[in-house]
């Protein structure tokens, strides 16, 4: 593991002072004094701190001042310095000033200093005249409150690229969904209308949901899901989506998203008896007056897209009905290592071959029963002493030739993270959630209902 970022505590502050302190005269200085800068970490300032096996090893701290927020500081260890620590105590920094209602980051240095290129990278543009960084945070506008009683929020920026592998469907979706929608002018030129509405079907834990979120994290647009059972509670679910369409008209850019959109637009015989007719109808006669908007994409998602009304489908109504399956070995390789990150240890290919069918929710589900394994390991080593450390670990333990696991070195290398061991142990017990069957049906599904 490479670090843990926290919250700023009380009890940080003689490191964090220690390493603002020893760091000044490496580049690492910036236009607040120490004074200052214990000033704003003891009022309470946003602040993070990063922490290696206990020890602080980077910090960053910021104040805020109405909707314009500060970085008075990051502060990293020398030996720390070159591997990104400064980027990811940055964007958690950045969180935190988000969740504070921040429109604004500043960041002045004394001097352009190495820190330059990666304020850059990190989105911030350099002034002229002045090492003086700014960013701005994507707007919520007047319309905020409305947007918080819609249980709308604007998601962090880097969610798109935290969606590991599934190239086929990022790219499907990035050049139909997301480029015609941040570039409508460019569309227009080709004749292209921004789509309006999609459709993503697949079975259950392959990212519907993720991706529905990455688009609008993507686009910088709040994310507003609408919750039919939620929506029910208010009595009236015809006329709670109605309210809730029309507030949403008032916003000035939005993704909206429902999920599992057959319990409201199931086929119409099952509407009639489960009650629902007038609530398809409803969403029907909702629609074309969504598209007529700029700036939204309604989202619908489904495992079933056999059951939904053929008519709530149509093209004019969806622009694209998206399958998202399970994924590819790349795929699986990428989800795997972002797991496994920075672990040369471990056998990425023996993982993908072993997890076939596997959802990313799948996957994530092993990883966390492996990470588990190894943590109760290094509990139970820390009990034992370390000279027992090598024997309670079953990866050093295992028979010679069995692959990086069983070449893990034993005691302190071992005890950090899952092994290869822990990772097939766990995948051999795990259920995969998709089964032969489903994928049949997902290809039938595919082959009668996809519109790319
Ligand atoms: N490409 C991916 N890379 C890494 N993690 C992923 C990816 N896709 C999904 N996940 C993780 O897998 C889990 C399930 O994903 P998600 O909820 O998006 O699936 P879903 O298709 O919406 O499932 P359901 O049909 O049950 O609603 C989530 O925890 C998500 O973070
Ligand atoms: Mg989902």
Redesign the pocket.
Known sequence: MRWLIHDYREDDLAAVVHLIDTTAELGQESVFSLAECISALTSRQPAVVAVHQGVPIGAALASVAGERAWVMRIAIAPAWRGRGLASSLLRELERRLVACRVRRIAYVLPEEELLGEGLRNAGYTRRPAAAYFEKDEPRAGAASGLLEELGGRLLPGDLWA?????ETEKNLIERRVVAPLAEPERAARHGVRPPRAIALF??????????ARAIASRLGWPFVELLPSRLADEGNLAAALRDAFARIGQLERALVFI??VEEIAPLRTEAVQGGMHGVTNELLKLIPGFREGEERLLVC?T?SIRSLDPAFLRPGRFDYLIP?GT?DAA?RS??WS?YAAGREDVDLDALVGASELF???D??HVARVAAQAAFERDLAGADLGAADLGAADPGAAGPAGTGPAGTVAAGREAAEGASTTDYLAAIAQARPTVTPAMIEEFGADISSHARV
């Open positions: 935290k969606v590991a592998g599934m697949g079975p259950p834990g392959t990212g519907k949901t993720t991706f999920d599992e998602a495992n998202i994924p795929a990428a989800i972002r959802t990313p929710a996957i994530e």
